[in-house]
């Protein structure tokens, strides 16, 4: 008999099974050549494991489930949590979520995430899907929220339209932390210049994340982790806060491990 599907965010770790969708593994095209961000190119080739995914990112209501309190900048039980740290939730919601539930939940990494942005295998079946820039298509005001519709806040989960896979808010409201390191970036190239800050081109040709690279001399990397080694922890999707193209599939961010942002958040995954 196929599991019950909850069309909501879960409240609760009872609910949280219901809410998990199965992405079948397969081989697809990762990063984009374009490199707008941290170290995106070059493209290369992955191949994934089956793996499952949340339909939604996880509530405020689902947080506090688990740990007993709100931490969120922007209060709704249906809004996604934010204000939480890559070692917040690596270090104490998830052990928490374990004992409650008896399963092992984790971050996606940054392979998965990106794969189930461009629709999985089911993108691969419809012709196009995944040659989208964002998750599902191509007009971003349908499927998220961001700087031009989200009122500079988030939003509550649900509203916008989801991807082939059934997966929702893979664009904008809130970026989501990943389970993959980054390299970092060269410090003297990071030094800020006086009166302002570093534009992007100035990001990017600091950055020393080589790791894709790495997986394009492989021909295909197999479950690829990331870096064993890096201070910095990427993150996807985009956010309320940023314009369309932040929320391109393949657009990479990083923050430090206990940096914590009302525009950042996260979703769970789990091996079954």
Not at 92 to 101: E, S, W
Not at 157 to 169: D, F, R, T, V, Y
């Amino acid at each position: 008999m196929p599991k019950p599907t909850l069309l909501r965010p879960p409240s609760t770790p009872a609910e949280l099974e219901a809410s998990m969708i199965f992405v079948e593994g397969g081989e697809f095209w990762m990063g984009s050549d374009e490199d707008h961000s941290f170290g995106e190119s070059p493209r290369h080739k992955v191949r994934l494991s089956d793996f499952e995914m949340s339909r939604f990112p996880v509530s405020q209501a689902l947080w506090e489930s688990v740990m007993g309190h709100n931490p969120a900048h922007f209060e709704h039980p249906n809004r996604p949590v934010e204000m939480v740290s890559w070692e917040d939730i690596m270090e104490r919601f998830l052990p928490k979520l374990h004992v409650l539930t008896g399963k092992s939940y984790r971050v996606p990494t940054e392979a998965e995430w990106e794969y189930a942005a461009q629709g999985g295998r089911i993108s691969q079946s419809q012709m196009g899907w995944a040659d989208f820039p964002h998750s599902g298509g191509e007009r971003m005001h349908e499927l998220g929220w961001y700087l031009k519709n989200a009122r500079q806040e988030s939003a509550i989960l649900g509203a916008k339209c989801q991807n082939p896979l059934g997966l929702k808010e893979m664009n904008g409201n809130v970026w989501e932390w990943s389970s993959n390191r980054h390299m970092g970036f060269d410090p003297e190239k990071l030094k800020m210049p006086e009166g302002r800050s570093l534009i992007l081109d100035e990001l990017q040709a600091a950055n020393l994340d080589t790791y894709y690279q790495q997986c394009f001399e492989q021909g295909v990397a197999v479950d690829p982790l990331g870096p064993s080694s890096g201070s910095y922890w990427v993150n996807r999707g985009g956010g309320w806060s940023n314009k369309a193209s932040n929320s391109r599939v393949a657009f990479r961010d990083v923050d430090l491990p206990d940096d914590r942002f009302s525009v950042l958040g996260f979703r769970l995954s789990r091996t079954p």
